[in-house]
T-cell receptor, first 114, second 114 residues
Framework: DAKTTQPNSMESNEEEPVHLPCNHSTISGTDYIHWYRQLPSQGPEYVIHGLTSNVNNRMASLAIAEDRKSSTLILHRATLRDAAVYYCILRALYSGGGADGLTFGKGTHLIIQP | DTEVTQTPKHLVMGMTNKKSLKCEQHMGHRAMYWYKQKAKKPPELMFVYSYEKLSINESVPSRFSPECPNSSLLNLHLHALQPEDSALYLC?????????????FGPGTRLTVT
């Protein structure tokens, strides 16, 4: 899978929107952009994923740049529960070996101030 | 329901013991995964099962032996582990392999090898 670059940490205030950036300049045309988060002492949690168009779900929005070399995860109104490590991961539509897993980078530690 | 269950939650074992970790999902997913997460590090892929067949073994030592008895169950058999194998072991599942499908994780089994 192609590599992603994220800031090590970000801080935001409770009840404000949060924009988490991810750069993936070597993305290929069939790579999906996935976001997961991991709260302390828990397993990772799926947040959202997309290919080309912006995506919305009940947890967040994913904004994908037109050239697909970057994307932004948007939490519309942060709560203290959103404090976690957020991982941006590229996944090929179909790997040559017939199966694949997630390759986690270091992610972004999101700190929410009350 | 997007639940993946893992048992036990915690496990302490000696280096000569044999134990097993269990993972279960009832979402009809055909791909299941084992990840290992050391403290303050991101998860690392160990094994991928696709349609009950082992698809990926990420050069994991033979003291870890995965098994997929049916499409809902995934086991990880442990034998002659080393203290450095102490970690959080995470199970995940997805509808199918490939980037179009998100993964759902269990809460993990925290393993301590003494």
């Amino acid at each position: 899978d192609a590599k992603t670059t994220q800031p090590n940490s970000m801080e935001s205030n409770e009840e404000e929107p949060v924009h988490l950036p991810c750069n993936h300049s070597t993305i290929s045309g069939t790579d999906y952009i996935h976001w997961y988060r991991q709260l302390p002492s828990q397993g990772p949690e799926y947040v959202i994923h997309g290919l080309t168009s912006n995506v919305n779900n009940r947890m967040a929005s994913l904004a994908i740049a037109e050239d697909r070399k970057s994307s932004t995860l948007i939490l519309h109104r942060a709560t203290l529960r959103d404090a976690a490590v957020y991982y941006c991961i590229l996944r090929a539509l179909y790997s040559g070996g017939g199966a694949d897993g997630l390759t986690f980078g270091k992610g972004t530690h999101l700190i929410i101030q009350p | 329901d997007t639940e993946v269950t893992q048992t036990p939650k915690h496990l302490v074992m000696g280096m000569t013991n044999k134990k097993s970790l269990k993972c279960e999902q009832h979402m009809g997913h055909r791909a299941m995964y084992w990840y290992k997460q050391k403290a303050k590090k991101p998860p690392e892929l160990m094994f991928v099962y696709s349609y009950e067949k082992l698809s990926i073994n990420e050069s994991v030592p033979s003291r870890f032996s995965p098994e997929c008895p049916n499409s809902s169950l995934l086991n990880l058999h442990l034998h002659a582990l080393q203290p450095e194998d102490s970690a959080l072991y995470l199970c995940a599942s997805s509808q199918d392999v490939g980037g179009a499908y998100e993964q759902y994780f269990g809460p993990g089994t925290r393993l301590t090898v003494t």
